[in-house]
Nanobody, 115 residues
Framework: QVQVEESGGGLVQPGGSLRLSCATS????????MAWYRQAPGRQREFVAR???????FYADSVKERFTISKDNARNTMYMQMNSLKPEDTAVYYC?????????WGQGTQVTVSS
């Protein structure tokens, strides 16, 4: 059974930092491209960052230089360090695992940036 579970969300002040984690089981993690998406209230889900099986990284323009995606193949876990957070980063953050026809999503973790 495949499991994808996000953690690390919470309430943070503008300019603060959070580290999100995405723990997986039931997949050959090192083969998968892993990504973060987010969805703010009233808006469509949008791409945030992606790391391929080989470790190449890609970012949305809105988070470049502020967010860093990484992964630990030994722990089957992906991370995203989020710095210099802004109120517009407030959203539910979702983890995605993708390989060929296999596509899995977590339930999401809430990130709220507010003073």
């Amino acid at each position: 059974q495949v499991q994808v579970e996000e953690s690390g969300g919470g309430l943070v002040q503008p300019g603060g930092s959070l580290r999100l984690s995405c723990a997986t089981s039931g997949i050959n993690f090192r083969l998968y491209a892993m990504a973060w998406y987010r969805q703010a209230p009233g808006r469509q889900r949008e791409f945030v960052a992606r790391i391929t099986g080989a470790g190449a990284t890609f970012y949305a323009d809105s988070v470049k230089e502020r967010f860093t995606i990484s992964k630990d193949n030994a722990r089957n876990t992906m991370y995203m360090q989020m710095n210099s957070l802004k109120p517009e980063d407030t959203a539910v953050y979702y983890c995605n695992a993708d390989w060929g026809n296999n596509d899995y999503w977590g339930q999401g973790t809430q990130v709220t940036v507010s003073s």
